[in-house]
């Protein structure tokens, strides 16, 4: 069983090569491993054209300019040719044991008992510089789930089928892209399972700031453009992808017309009372931080 990997990369080429480096470790070696370079200019394109050389396992395709994450996953996936598609970031990486034990366990729930998933995902190992952390992720996922937060990560395991299916990856999302192409996995193919082991090594220390002001308009645009595609006033959609986007992840300051915003999309009385409370307390962070610097 053919599984292809893709990874996207532009302008790490130290900590792409350590990811690399991950997957040609795999003890599962019925692979291929498809690299989209979206326009690097750190030298990334000469490395990548040896490893094709001494690699046959390994290919690269280049954008000579920068087009997004989610093109140069789908230029990936459309190229592929395995049975089974997972990714893997550029400054992230895989145990050694990691697509084996997702092959394994597909067969067994396919195989051995009555369940039949959209696609599997596993635990993270969080690094933070040299700070290492676990996930504890739920061991099923619906698509309903997801309007509460991505439950999933990163990364999913499933048929190379239900990748096409469902329509790849949004170009068009500024942020969420995961969330959104999950959304609509699950919705079409059904519940998502958990492997519980921790093979999927999630870099945290190279992430962008999640409380700049530009970050906090490129998620609003995201959940905006989730509302507008997926949300669903009978079970409050929109506004529980609101909570999501003001939550304690982003940790975003509050404004009044984060509330007004909140409360356009109708009268919740228990959303309504989160925001306050995450007003309140971000109010009250920054009085106190105020007080600290002064």
């Given at each position: 069983?053919?599984?292809?990997?893709?990874?996207?990369?532009?302008?790490?080429?130290?900590?792409?090569?350590?990811?690399?480096?991950?997957?040609?470790?795999?003890?599962?070696?019925?692979?291929?491993?498809?690299?989209?370079?979206?326009?690097?200019?750190?030298?990334?394109?000469?490395?990548?054209?040896?490893?094709?050389?001494?690699?046959?396992?390994?290919?690269?395709?280049?954008?000579?300019?920068?087009?997004?994450?989610?093109?140069?996953?789908?230029?990936?996936?459309?190229?592929?040719?395995?049975?089974?598609?997972?990714?893997?970031?550029?400054?992230?990486?895989?145990?050694?044991?990691?697509?084996?034990?997702?092959?394994?366990?597909?067969?067994?729930?396919?195989?051995?008992?009555?369940?039949?998933?959209?696609?599997?995902?596993?635990?993270?190992?969080?690094?933070?510089?040299?700070?290492?952390?676990?996930?504890?992720?739920?061991?099923?996922?619906?698509?309903?789930?997801?309007?509460?937060?991505?439950?999933?990560?990163?990364?999913?395991?499933?048929?190379?089928?239900?990748?096409?299916?469902?329509?790849?990856?949004?170009?068009?999302?500024?942020?969420?892209?995961?969330?959104?192409?999950?959304?609509?996995?699950?919705?079409?193919?059904?519940?998502?399972?958990?492997?519980?082991?921790?093979?999927?090594?999630?870099?945290?220390?190279?992430?962008?700031?999640?409380?700049?002001?530009?970050?906090?308009?490129?998620?609003?645009?995201?959940?905006?453009?989730?509302?507008?595609?997926?949300?669903?006033?009978?079970?409050?959609?929109?506004?529980?992808?609101?909570?999501?986007?003001?939550?304690?992840?982003?940790?975003?300051?509050?404004?009044f017309k984060d509330l007004c915003i909140f409360l356009r999309h109708g009268f919740w009385w228990q959303g309504l009372k989160v925001m306050i409370l995450n007003f309140l307390k971000r109010d009250f962070q920054n009085l106190k931080r105020k007080l600290i610097l002064n």
């Open positions: 069983m053919l599984v292809s990997i893709y990874l996207p990369t532009k302008n790490r080429l130290e900590s792409m090569k350590a990811a690399v480096d991950s997957v040609l470790r795999q003890t599962y070696t019925n692979l291929e491993l498809i690299i989209v370079d979206d326009g690097s200019t750190d030298g990334t394109a000469d490395y990548l054209n040896e490893l094709v050389r001494i690699d046959a396992r390994v290919k690269f395709l280049r954008n000579e300019i920068s087009r997004g994450a989610c093109y140069a996953r789908n230029r990936a996936i459309k190229a592929s040719t395995g049975e089974f598609i997972t990714g893997l970031d550029d400054d992230d990486e895989f145990i050694s044991s990691h697509i084996g034990a997702l092959v394994d366990y597909w067969s067994l729930l396919t195989t051995h008992s009555s369940t039949f998933p959209s696609c599997i995902y596993t635990q993270n190992i969080y690094k933070n510089n040299e700070v290492l952390s676990e996930s504890k992720k739920m061991s099923r996922v619906e698509y309903t789930d997801l309007f509460e937060g991505n439950h999933i990560g990163n990364q999913i395991f499933a048929p190379r089928s239900h990748f096409i299916e469902t329509g790849l990856f949004d170009e068009n999302m500024p942020a969420w892209q995961d969330l959104e192409f999950f959304f609509r996995i699950l919705k079409k193919f059904g519940a998502a399972r958990l492997l519980d082991l921790n093979s999927y090594i999630f870099d945290i220390s190279l992430r962008p700031d999640r409380i700049s002001s530009a970050q906090k308009a490129r998620i609003l645009e995201a959940s905006d453009r989730m509302i507008t595609l997926h949300a669903d006033n009978r079970d409050r959609g929109a506004q529980r992808f609101l909570l999501q986007a003001y939550g304690d992840y982003y940790n975003f300051p509050l404004t």
